[in-house]
């Protein structure tokens, strides 16, 4: 049995899945292989097949694409405004927080 590697990098997973499918593996396979060398818990199978789609369809890039995901509210100014805030009020509650900076209250109550 091969040596289980732990922790892979994303783009070290999808260049496997792509090298896989180059070779004409289906998603299935290329699937149980990759359990038997990352383990079970590495991807799923429906994302192993996402993935085989993208590359299918003329995806190169194994690596993320830019601006997934929402852009930060948090800056330089914000921090030192809330530490201001924090340590001129020692009693400052998360509530209060959420109420002099809306801005950051979502990530505040999550």
Known sequence: ??????SPAKCELRAVIRFLQAEGNSAASIHRRMCQVYGEGFMSDGVVREWCR??????NDVHDEGG???NSVVTDELVQR?????RNNRRFTLT???MEFPQV???IHT
């Open 1 to 6: 049995m091969a040596a289980t590697i732990s």
């Open 54 to 59: 993208k590359f299918k369809e003329g995806r």
């Open 68 to 70: 997934q995901g929402r």
């Open 82 to 86: 809330v530490d201001e805030a924090v």
């Open 96 to 98: 209060s927080l959420a």
């Open 105 to 107: 209250s979502f990530d």
